[in-house]
């Protein structure tokens, strides 16, 4: 197996698609994030994973649970397994990001243009077992 080098940095912030998932593997996966201003995720849990954040473009606001974390170029957040969970673009340009889920929440190579695509595609590409290699 090869796994994945690239320069995240610049890979996160050329991406304007609002999910592009890069690599995934059986414990681990790495997705690009672009919000558009006043655009969030919406609210979830994912009750078996944990979810990494960091920011690399842009101004927003995370939710976890009862917290509130305003995020900016270089934040990180973890969210545990279970914890319910947001993020908002409260800047006027993209917030640009990237996030590692373990295990794995999207199907391999899925690229979601918008989240209104992403919406309506969600419960076709979640995770199938399938990784990158």
């Known amino acids: ?40 995720i919406g609210s979830e849990v994912h009750k078996d994973r944990d979810q990494f954040f960091r920011f690399e473009e842009g101004e927003g606001t995370v939710f976890i649970d009862d917290n509130e974390y305003k995020v900016v170029d270089g934040s990180g957040i973890i969210v545990p397994a279970g914890s319910r969970h947001n993020v908002r673009n409260s800047g006027s340009g993209p917030l640009k990001l990237y996030t590692l889920y373990g295990p794995p929440e999207h199907k391999d190579g899925v690229v979601q243009s918008t989240k209104e695509e992403a919406e309506r595609r969600h419960h076709d590409e979640e995770w199938d077992g399938e990784t990158t290699e």
């Open 1 to 40: 197996m090869k796994g994945y080098h690239d320069d995240i940095e610049k890979q996160t912030t050329g991406n304007d698609d609002f999910r592009r998932v890069l690599y995934t593997g059986k414990h681990l996966q790495l997705v690009l994030m672009t919000l558009q201003s006043g655009e969030e």
